[in-house]
């Protein structure tokens, strides 16, 4: 078959992939996705969403390379095609906060007022997890944690820190992290540290960033952790 424009053609392909960026609701599965394969049913109960709806988005996202899909039984799980998708997430996110005056707004009205200081980076948290100096914290779901998570993390959701906080150490960093670097959790987490007199500060992104950037990892799977 004779290509009469093959730069149009690949345009045209380029703009589908980004028509299947544009959606709100797609860039939520997306970070979702992110942090491990997940079903319709699950990834509609995560986003509040009806099944029909996030079907849709899926296969809209599959005809675009996004995504990629295997049966598990009677189920049908869903991941990210691979880590250039996360890429063009951050892309994406990076372009908006340089350059949308509306997302300026967002930032400095909601995240900053929650958390102002300076997020530590990966390799910064790295060393001072190496040394034994931080307590980590991941405050996403037990069940995206089970997926994986940073080194000798502690699992602590939003929903548990009353229970889990005579466990910490007062005079100890926390540092908190969640889905990616926008993720509403971890600033949460931080502000109610702080409020309770613990120093505390948040990665500078979330688990899937760590995990692309080659860092280790570790899983829960049948009762054991695997690294």
Same mark, same amino acid.
Request: glycine fraction near 6%.
């Given at each position: 078959?004779?290509?009469?424009?093959? =730069?149009?053609?690949?345009?045209?392909?380029? @703009?589908?992939?980004? =028509?299947?960026?544009?959606?709100?609701?797609?860039?939520?599965?997306?970070?979702? &996705?992110?942090?491990?394969?997940?079903?319709?049913?699950?990834?509609?109960?995560? &986003?509040?969403?009806?099944? @029909?709806? %996030?079907?849709?988005?899926?296969?809209?996202?599959?005809?675009?390379?996004?995504?990629?899909?295997?049966?598990?039984?009677?189920?049908?799980?869903?991941?990210?095609?691979?880590?250039? +998708? &996360?890429?063009?997430?951050?892309?994406?996110? @990076? %372009?908006?906060?340089?350059?949308?005056?509306?997302?300026?707004? +967002? +930032?400095?009205?909601?995240?900053?007022?929650?958390?102002?200081?300076?997020?530590?980076?990966?390799?910064?948290?790295?060393?001072?997890?190496?040394?034994?100096?931080?307590?980590?914290?991941?405050?996403?779901?037990?069940?995206?944690?089970?997926?994986?998570?940073?080194?000798?993390?502690?699992?602590?959701?939003?929903?548990?820190?009353?229970?889990?906080?005579?466990?910490?150490?007062?005079?100890?960093?926390? %540092?908190?992290?969640?889905?990616?670097?926008?993720?509403?959790?971890?600033?949460?987490?931080?502000?109610?540290?702080?409020?309770?007199?613990?120093?505390?500060?948040?990665?500078?992104?979330?688990?899937?960033?760590?995990?692309?950037?080659?860092?280790?990892?570790?899983? +829960?799977?049948?009762?054991?952790?695997?690294?």
């Amino acid at each position: 078959m004779s290509i009469r424009n093959p =730069k149009q053609a690949l345009y045209d392909q380029f @703009a589908t992939v980004a =028509k299947a960026l544009g959606n709100p609701q797609r860039l939520e599965l997306i970070e979702h &996705l992110a942090q491990g394969p997940r079903s319709v049913d699950a990834l509609a109960s995560k &986003l509040s969403l009806p099944i @029909a709806n %996030v079907s849709q988005h899926l296969q809209a996202m599959r005809r675009a390379g996004l995504v990629a899909s295997e049966r598990d039984g009677k189920f049908i799980n869903y991941r990210l095609a691979d880590d250039s +998708v &996360l890429t063009a997430f951050a892309a994406i996110r @990076a %372009v908006a906060v340089r350059h949308s005056a509306e997302v300026e707004r +967002v +930032v400095n009205g909601w995240f900053n007022r929650k958390d102002d200081m300076e997020p530590v980076s990966r390799e910064e948290l790295a060393s001072r997890m190496k040394a034994d100096l931080v307590t980590v914290i991941d405050v996403r779901p037990g069940d995206e944690f089970a997926l994986g998570h940073l080194p000798g993390a502690i699992n602590l959701p939003m929903s548990e820190i009353d229970r889990w906080l005579p466990e910490l150490q007062s005079d100890r960093e926390i %540092v908190a992290y969640c889905r990616g670097p926008w993720c509403v959790l971890s600033f949460e987490a931080v502000a109610e540290l702080r409020k309770r007199g613990f120093k505390a500060r948040r990665l500078e992104d979330g688990m899937p960033e760590w995990k692309a950037a080659g860092m280790t990892v570790e899983h +829960v799977q049948a009762g054991r952790i695997d690294t």
